[in-house]
């Protein structure tokens, strides 16, 4: 057997059974206890180590965890958060809304009707909401149907507890308009782009973007001076009889939420 493996195999011996060392001579086992102590030595250094990395690595990953809990903690109440804030957003804009409903309300000379919008319809052919009062309530079939800012558009059905009002931008609208400078008339209705246009405007008249379009009155279905849009271009008919102007209504029609129906 090689010397190396003889001393291996003695080192193996001596550590498997330490109750040999004491029955040798003092010299010669205080002498062999410092072999085997150093011929062991670096197998428990080497130990020590692994256990140290384990524990290091134990730990890294026992820390890992309790941070992902703790991410994950903090994520749902930032989300939490994030839900409350958008709520009280929500309620903060509604309330507005409804404050400014309420006080154009109290200022009308004309009796009004509050509903709220719960539908929507949007085609080629026709452009339209569905509101939350219906004959029950007072509304009738032609009412107007405006808002703080603006005209909406008409009452076109009325049932008992719901009716649906024809947008102005709907290309069967029609509502006389005046421009205050002059005062210049014309025909508001709706384009089957969903736009709105004022027409038959006479061409002696400077009609100018930036001009406000308002309702006349009168014979009219809406009470006088409630904002219908705003010009934006002006050209001449292909007749060369009158001008006609593109506007953008008052009221933002694809937001509305909450209206007044017109009792007149």
């Known amino acids: 057997m090689p010397r190396k493996l003889e001393r291996a195999a003695l080192l193996l011996a001596l550590v498997a059974s330490p109750f040999w060392i004491p029955a040798l001579p003092g010299g010669f086992g205080g002498s062999l206890r410092a072999a085997v102590r150093d011929g062991v030595a670096p197998f428990f250094e080497a130990i020590h180590a692994a256990q140290d990395g384990f524990g290091r690595l134990l730990s890294t990953v026992l820390n890992s965890f309790s941070l992902q809990e703790e991410n994950d903690l903090l994520r749902a109440q930032i989300e939490t958060l994030h839900a409350h804030e958008g709520t009280h957003r929500e309620l903060s804009d509604e309330n507005r809304r409804l404050r400014q409903l309420l006080a ?9 009707i509050p ?97 406000t379009v308002l309702t006349t009155g009168g014979v009219s279905f809406a009470p006088a001076g409630i904002p219908i849009g705003v010009v934006r271009r002006v050209w001449k008919d292909p007749s060369d009889l009158y001008q006609v102007a593109r506007l953008e209504p008052a009221a933002r029609l694809g937001g509305i939420e909450e209206v007044l129906v017109v009792e007149r």
């Open 104 to 112: 154009f309300k109290a200022k009308g000379s004309w009796a009004s």
């Open 115 to 211: 509903a709220e919008v719960i539908g929507r319809e949007v085609g080629p052919w026709s452009r339209g909401l569905l509101i939350n009062k219906g004959t029950r309530d007072g509304v009738r079939r032609g009412m107007a149907v405006v808002t703080p800012v603006g005209l909406v558009g008409r009452v076109a059905e009325a049932g008992p507890s719901s009716s649906r009002v024809t947008l102005l931008t709907d290309p069967h609208f029609r509502v006389m308009g005046k421009i205050p400078e002059g005062p210049i008339l014309g025909l508001v209705m709706g384009a089957q782009a969903g736009e709105c246009v004022v027409t038959y405007l006479p061409l002696e008249e400077r009609v100018a973007a930036g001009q």
